[in-house]
């Protein structure tokens, strides 16, 4: 997230240049989704909820939206 924050500070106007470093943020939210996902359905209840939550990362759906748009 920090390395992206560098690029689009530096890009200004050109932020597709920080496309490789969005990419590389959103396939890691994309893996914590999918393992909240996972976990969801055998730790209920043991707070672990609270462990896979990430303020960098964009809600699920546009993550998966724009790794459909970005292959």
């Not at 496309?19 to 209840?45: I, N, P, V």
């Amino acid at each position: 997230a920090c390395a992206l924050q560098t690029c689009i500070s530096a890009n200004t106007y050109s932020p597709e240049k920080c496309d490789a470093h969005l990419k590389r943020l959103y396939q890691c939210c994309s893996k914590l989704y999918q393992d909240r996902a996972e976990s969801d359905g055998t730790e209920r209840g043991s707070g672990s909820d609270q462990e896979n939550i990430s303020t960098a990362c964009p809600m699920q759906k546009v993550v998966e939206r724009w790794l459909k748009s970005h292959p």
